[in-house]
């Protein structure tokens, strides 16, 4: 590794900790910690094997965090250091490192390693919550450094790195730099997550089928009666409290340590492939097809490659001439902001996706009940997730956010660009809804409707709060999949049934919800214009 890449991971490193969502991502890995080791009566757990999990020693404690820390902190932390490269172009740092003679691999090492290390702090900061956990728990006070800690370097580093890798080489490619990369990493990582834990895999996958089989051992040396020898990893919901048995941890060999290493090196070559074609911002070389260089007159020189990212006009001067000459009309100022607000909310929406959302309606209106709940509405309310999550960021991310914000009355934009969205979830939604209209599930139109209220109120209070449309993403995603897994108690859409009845969250608690986010968002703006002040 050469000064150069040292010394931009370094000075990335050090911008990103300074961030306040960085200081909110270390918060959550804590609490990560506190689910992962839960009380002895709780009715949750990470890891078990059949009905049973092992006693809260150090090699219990640090395995099952660790397994914890590197499934969750792969998905959510891969949201956390997206957009490096592109804030680097829209900020004029890759213009001034274009016109250096740092090599494309150098670069591309630097970023690698900011984001490694940003992961990285985070495993370190669950490391540190396992040992006080185990403490707190007090099941079983000898601490084992080599027992608690080792289960963080050969199972959670290899995925952080693994996710500190994708994030920068999608980042690199312009079809996946976007929403679409947002998307398909979280389909890849439960691809991971699921897949990865059987036996057999290549580099033994996440490496948890080891510890699972080492659990299995202790249990039958210890002659534990085991009505169900099953191996969960996740959270999982109990019906009564496990049982407990003494696991002394896993003992890896060497094959297991190099498969773990293997892992790291393959991240690396993942994070260093893009060398082959990305030109780190040098608009001599990225040219059109008959030679000239490509660039765009807005981006000011930056390649054509990111400028995507970059603000840019809502229009030519002839659109905004006519939008200029446009008499004002009194009155109706509420439903005339609502419709701009769902224009500029649908602006560059592609036929092909309507055709998919009217697809997802048909086919809610035509399926049987169970079908259209169980089914159509979850697909119906993940198709729109990429024009959700621009409510709350557009402003910043297209530069007016100085404009709205001298608005004369702020509270009624927020107000119809919520309504936006609720409108959008209305439509999406509106096959199921009709079943359940003609079968008369009263309840089922409740949750229905709380749904349509819960999903922009969402979108627009992380949108307001990060000003950056990858946190929605990353939280709706996992929330969704719960869903349509089946996991109830955060069903908030009623898609799951117990014997015809909607066996999520009441309307009332998910309408609760929704009001206390668009209170956020008021709440937000107020002490942003007040800081302003």
Not at 321 to 334: E, I, N, Q, S, Y
Not at 418 to 436: I, N
């Amino acid at each position: 590794m050469t000064r150069v890449t040292y010394g931009l991971a370094v000075a990335d490193f050090k911008d990103r900790v300074r961030r306040p969502a960085y200081l909110v991502t270390l918060a959550a890995a804590v609490a990560l910690g506190y689910v992962a080791v839960p009380d002895s009566g709780a009715r949750w757990v990470i890891m078990q094997l059949g009905d049973y999990r092992g006693v809260y020693n150090s090699a219990y404690v640090g395995t099952a965090t660790a397994l914890a820390c590197g499934l969750w902190i792969s998905l959510g932390g891969f949201y956390v250091v997206r957009d490096s490269v592109g804030r680097d172009s829209r900020s004029g740092v890759g213009q001034l490192l274009a016109a250096t003679p740092v090599r494309t691999w150098a670069y591309l090492a630097g970023k690698f390693l900011s984001n490694l290390m940003v992961l990285a702090s985070m495993v370190g900061v669950l490391a540190l919550t396992a040992l006080v956990m185990q403490l707190v728990r007090g099941e079983d006070m000898s601490v084992d450094p080599v027992a608690l800690w080792q289960p963080f370097l050969l199972l959670a580093v290899p995925l952080v790195a693994l996710a500190a890798a994708v994030a920068l080489f999608f980042e690199a490619l312009p079809l996946l730099r976007g929403g679409l990369g947002n998307i398909l990493w979280f389909c890849v990582w439960v691809v991971l997550a699921v897949g990865g834990q059987g036996p057999g895999l290549p580099l033994g996958g996440i490496g948890v089928n080891g510890v699972a089989v080492s659990m299995y051992e202790d249990m039958l040396a210890q002659q534990v009666e085991m009505n169900d020898g099953s191996f969960s990893l996740g959270l999982t919901y109990l019906d009564e409290p496990l049982r407990v048995f003494d696991w002394h941890g896993f003992v890896p060999g060497a094959g297991y340590v190099l498969a773990r290493s293997a892992f790291v090196g393959i991240a690396v070559v993942v994070a260093l492939l893009p060398a082959l074609w990305f030109h780190r911002f040098d608009p001599a070389r990225v040219r059109h097809s008959a030679g000239r260089t490509q660039e765009d007159p807005v981006a000011g020189g930056v390649p054509a490659e990111f400028v995507d990212e970059l603000p840019r006009p809502a229009g030519d001067r002839r659109a905004s001439a006519a939008v200029l000459k446009t008499p004002p009309r009194p009155g109706r100022v509420l439903p005339r902001l609502w419709g701009g607000e769902l224009r500029i909310l649908l602006q560059g929406v592609s036929t092909w996706w309507w055709w998919g959302a009217g697809v997802w309606v048909l086919l809610g209106v035509c399926s049987p009940l169970p079908g259209a709940t169980r089914l159509m509405l979850p697909v119906s309310w993940l198709w729109p997730i990429l024009i959700w999550s621009r409510l709350g960021t557009q402003g910043y991310e297209h530069g007016v956010a100085g404009i709205l914000g001298a608005y004369p009355s702020t509270y009624r934009r927020v107000v119809a660009e919520w309504a936006a969205g609720a409108t959008l979830t209305a439509v999406v939604g509106l096959g199921p809804l009709v079943r359940l209209v003609v079968v008369g599930d009263v309840t089922g139109v409740a949750c229905w409707a709380a749904g349509v209220v819960f999903v922009p109120s969402l979108a627009l209070a992380l949108g307001t709060l990060s000003r950056t449309h990858r946190l929605f993403q990353a939280v709706y995603l996992p929330l969704w999949y719960t869903v349509a897994n089946g996991l109830p108690v955060f069903d908030f859409m009623g898609a799951i049934r117990i014997e015809g009845q909607p066996a999520g969250l009441p309307p009332t608690v998910v309408l609760a919800v929704a009001v206390v986010l668009v209170a956020v968002v008021f709440l937000a703006g107020a002490m942003r214009r007040l800081s302003r002040d």
